[in-house]
């Protein structure tokens, strides 16, 4: 059974930072593409940023590129998000996502476990 768990999420000012983690439990994290998504209220979940299994290329959505860093430690069966330069419209519950085909995907459909989310909450 493979579990994701979100940490690191909490309250902070514009302008500020945040590092996310998510950590994975069970067997094969190195084979799995992760992925960091949020839904803030009222609005669809959305890609933030992925990285790959094996190349660990990353992807960004154009909101968060410049801003954000995906990174991952195999032997940790971590993912992280780097958020710096925040911004109130970065306000959301930050879900952790891994696909087990392990290759870059954006759309939350063709990832197959998730965590449970963690709030980020950005103050102007």
């Known amino acids: 059974q493979v579990q994701l768990v979100e940490s690191g999420g909490g309250l902070v000012q514009a302008g500020g930072s945040l590092r996310l983690s998510c950590v994975v439990s069970?067997?094969?994290?190195?084979?799995?593409?992760m992925a960091w998504f949020r839904r803030a209220p009222g609005k669809e979940r959305e890609f933030v940023a992925a990285?790959?299994?094996?190349?660990?290329?990353?992807y960004y959505a154009d909101s968060v590129k410049g801003r954000f860093t995906i990174s991952r430690d195999n032997a940790k069966n971590t993912a992280y998000l780097q958020m710096n330069s925040l911004k109130p419209e970065d306000t959301a519950v930050y879900y952790c996502?891994?696909?087990?085909?392990?290759?870059?995907?954006?759309?939350?459909?063709?990832?197959?476990?998730w965590g449970q989310g963690t709030q980020v909450t950005v103050s102007s």
């Open positions: 990285v790959t299994r094996s190349s660990g290329s990353t």
């Open positions: 996502a891994a696909r087990g085909s392990g290759n870059y995907a954006s759309s939350p459909y063709d990832y197959d476990f």
């Open positions: 069970g067997r094969g994290f190195s084979r799995y593409g």
